[in-house]
């Protein structure tokens, strides 16, 4: 529980203000924005294990280069890949509601989930994989 509060408080002074997301930004594009950018990061944190490819994150890079977002919204992402580039996923809650758990890092959701990091990477690299043709 300990390690979940230090988690949280570091995030939460990273993002200072970025997350959680105002009301009015909470748009289902917006919050798909943010978590692909901490996807990104977090892939990332997969490579540089060694646990993924180094490219598989590509796909999702080329995908938020489209996306035109304001640059508040762009820095939260930033912020937000950051966070994921420390093996930490974000989570958001329904429209109105916070999230009963805003961060997890991948080794909390490995051990909870019984799994292992390895594991956890692939099946996001899997799940950024272009649908097969």
Not at 62 to 84: F, H, P
Not at 95 to 108: Q, R, W
Request: proline residues 5%; contains cysteine; positive net charge.
């Amino acid at each position: 529980m300990r390690n979940y509060l230090m988690i949280s408080m570091a995030v939460t002074a990273v993002l200072a203000g970025a997350y959680p997301l105002r009301a009015a930004d909470r748009t289902p594009e917006t919050v798909a924005y943010i978590s692909t950018q901490n996807m990104v990061g977090a892939l990332k944190y997969c490579a540089n294990k060694g646990l993924t490819d180094k490219n598989v994150h590509s796909s999702l890079v080329e995908t938020l280069m489209k996306a035109k977002v304001s640059d508040e919204i762009a820095a939260a992402g930033n912020q937000a890949r950051v966070i994921g580039e420390r093996g930490i996923l974000l989570t958001f809650g329904g429209e109105n509601e916070k999230p009963a758990l805003p961060v997890i890092s991948i080794e909390t959701l490995a051990e909870s989930s019984r799994s292992t990091v390895k594991e956890i990477c692939e099946t996001y690299a899997k799940a950024t994989l272009p649908p097969a043709k």
